[in-house]
């Protein structure tokens, strides 16, 4: 039987207590079960739609709201000035 080689002993016991604290890590047990990985996936798209949404939402109002002060431009100013006054109106 060949004689084993103290350096790749220890490596190996490295490499195994690596594994065990990798293994023993939370988002390696959250995607252990597959239920847990379908509840963070969906809670993960909530979040990802809500932030879009805002953000979406907080960009165009900004944009209408600077191109409403352009009325020097009259096709740019009259269109925003319709898309204020559409915003307004609307409950």
Do not use: C
């Not at 979040?47 to 740019?76: C, E, H, M, N, R």
């Amino acid at each position: 039987m060949p004689e084993t080689d103290p350096e790749l002993t220890k490596e190996i016991a490295a490499l195994r207590r690596e594994m065990s604290r990798i293994n023993a890590h939370r988002f390696v047990r959250l995607h252990d079960s597959p239920a847990r990985m379908i509840g963070f996936q969906f809670a993960r798209g909530l979040a990802f739609g809500l932030g879009s949404v805002l953000g979406a939402t907080i960009l165009v109002s900004l944009a209408v709201y600077l191109l409403s002060g352009i009325d020097f431009i009259p096709i740019v100013g009259d269109w925003a000035a319709q898309i204020a006054r559409e915003i307004e109106t609307t409950p």
